[in-house]
Structures are given as C-alpha cells and as structure tokens.
C-alpha cells in the first residue's frame, strides 16, 4: 500500500510563493495518479490540482486561477504544487492523495497523506 508524506508548506505573505511536495513510498509511483486538496478551518476540504500517473493530463480546481501548477518525478516518487501570488484565502491544510484518476472527485483517492498547513498573512 503507497503511503504518502506532504512537505513544504509555512508561513508566507501574501503575493508570496511556495512548493508543496509529496512523497510516496510502497508501491511504484507511476501507477497512482496524485490529487492535492486543501481544507480550511470550519470549510470542506476543496480541490486544488491533479496530475495522472505519467505527468501528461493535469486538471485543476477553479480556485487554482492559473496560480498552481502541479508536477511530478516519478523518478524520485515525488509530486509538486507550486503556489504563487498566494492570498489569504489560500490558507489552509494542504493534503495529496493517490488514487485511479486525476480527479477532483474525492471518492476516487484511496490513500491520504497527513496534510502540510500553509498560511498567507496579509
């Protein structure tokens, strides 16, 4: 079973710009597709992005606006979200999942890393 450990994540003013990484370990990398979701105190957790096992189809999330953009090596097993002209808005818990599908449907993500928080101050 793949396990996954999320990385990156801190303390940024706004307009600022952060890497998020997901390290997989267990099984080959290149058979998951990777999806990154947030979750804000008191809101559902939202997607972000997705990227599909070989790194051709991405697909992301409204409030992506352009700004993110995911990759990913699976060389080194690794999955990336890049955030720039990060908001406050953009506050939360940042989680990657693998699952069968680059998807913003939740369901289709088996396995869930423990989440890296990211908060933008004003």
């Known amino acids: 079973q793949v396990q996954l450990f999320e990385s990156g994540g801190g303390l940024v003013q706004a307009g600022g710009s952060l890497t998020l990484s997901c390290v997989a370990s267990?099984?080959?990398?290149?058979?998951?597709?990777i999806g990154w979701f947030r979750q804000a105190p008191g809101k559902e957790r939202e997607f972000v992005a997705a990227?599909?096992?070989?790194?051709?189809?991405?697909v992301y999330g409204e409030l992506a606006e352009g700004r993110f953009n995911i990759t990913r090596d699976n060389a080194k097993n690794t999955c990336h979200l890049h955030l720039k002209s990060l908001k406050p808005d953009d506050t939360a818990t940042y989680y990657c999942?693998?699952?069968?599908?680059?998807?913003?449907?939740?369901?289709?993500?088996?396995?869930w890393g423990q989440g890296t928080q990211v908060t933008v101050s004003s």
């Open positions: 999942a693998a699952g069968t599908r680059a998807s913003y449907r939740q369901r289709l993500y088996e396995t």
């Open positions: 267990g099984r080959a990398f290149s058979d998951d597709a």
């Open positions: 990227i599909d096992g070989d790194g051709i189809f991405t």
